[in-house]
């Protein structure tokens, strides 16, 4: 009887001890104003941004942004995977999915595309590259 109530004694007191521990919390981004760019408050000055080639394990990628009043209005895929046909088919349909999203975002938050995530990576490094000289 001693054993049972020293075993469960010790069993509450660990339960206490862990619900006592507070949960590590993420990170949690600043919004943008609507209609900004980026992650950095302020409008961008119009112009075209080309982002950095950022190698990745299929070949480098790099995107080429345009910014018109403080709003992103269009990505281009500058260098995309393209050393044999899987690559290339890769990013064609890679791309497009992840140039909508950046324009729908009108930053570099956006997922991945299953199925491509080295380009995908890549892709996003170079936009925010990109949207990073935009706000200078």
Known sequence: MRRLLLSTAVTVAGVCSLLALKPHQPAVAVPTQPGSVGTTPGTPPSGTYTGDVVDTRYGPVQVRVT???GRLTDV???RTPSENERDREIAGYAVPTLTGEALTAQSAHIDTVSGATYTSEGYIRSLQSALD???G
């Open 76 to 78: 281009t895929a500058v």
């Open 67 to 69: 910014i018109a009043d």
């Open 133 to 135: 000289q935009a706000h």
